[in-house]
């Protein structure tokens, strides 16, 4: 297994344009995070999965935000008309999904839009 | 909500010094603590997974200590190296994870 993937690894992308991120987590994990990152701070949750279904989403995740986790699988992040404020590293990861497991993070999407 | 505070922020050390790293949260009722190593524009790489059962947690150089009743853990690093330069974040796990800002560690050779 090599891990928690995440791609593309860097994205540019004009403000108002949509973007998609994948994250393909470790197999058989039943769980998967996603979390934003900027600079100097901690990593921000945005939403989580078990298998397919959504089970919580943050306040962080406006309208313009959507995930999905199509049959307990990859998730895809979407970003509908970027903001400059939306410049950020997008991490993903995943976990067994019992209580005391270990979660393991992809190297992240970093998202840069101008 | 559980927040998460890292204390210092940031930390320089020469080589061969001990490193001690703090973490406090607000809400006990947590299933694990996991301490993270993220280096400057890369993803996180787990290093210990503290269960809320336990006190205490060794791999290698590193020991962490979790004592949950005060909201309290601590990463020791023995022996650091230039290696260990990188950004050190605590994340407590009430279902998701909550982080704290991260301690940033330079080790001088």
């Known amino acids: 297994d090599t891990g928690v993937s995440q791609d593309p690894r860097h994205k540019i992308t004009k403000r108002g344009q949509n973007v998609t991120f994948r994250c393909d987590p470790i197999s058989e994990h039943n769980r998967l995070y996603w979390y934003r990152q900027t600079l100097g701070q901690g990593p921000e949750f945005l939403t989580y999965f078990q298998n397919e279904a959504q089970l919580e989403k943050s306040r962080l995740l406006s309208d313009r935000f959507s995930a999905e986790r199509p049959k307990g699988s990859f998730s895809t992040l979407e970003i509908q008309r970027t903001e400059q404020g939306d410049s950020a590293m997008y991490l993903c990861?995943?976990?067994?999904?019992?209580?005391?497991?270990?979660?393991?993070f992809g190297q992240g999407t970093r998202l840069t839009v101008v | 909500k559980q927040e998460v505070t890292q204390i210092p922020a940031a930390l320089s050390v020469p080589e061969g010094e001990n490193l001690v790293l703090n973490c406090s949260f607000t809400?006990?009722?947590?299933?694990?603590l996991q301490w993270f190593r993220q280096d400057p524009g890369k993803g996180l790489t787990s290093l210990l997974l503290?269960?809320?059962?336990?006190r205490e947690q060794t791999s290698g150089r590193l020991n962490a200590s979790l004592d949950k009743s005060s909201g309290r853990s601590t990463l020791y690093i023995a022996a650091s190296q230039p290696g260990d330069s990188a950004t050190y974040l605590c994340?407590?796990?009430?279902?998701?994870?909550?982080f704290g800002a991260g301690t940033t560690v330079t080790v001088r050779a």
């Open positions: 990861a995943s976990s067994a999904g019992t209580k005391n497991t270990e979660a393991f």
């Open positions: 994340a407590v796990d009430d279902y998701k994870l909550s």
């Open positions: 809400d006990s009722a947590i299933y694990n």
């Open positions: 503290i269960q809320s059962s336990q």
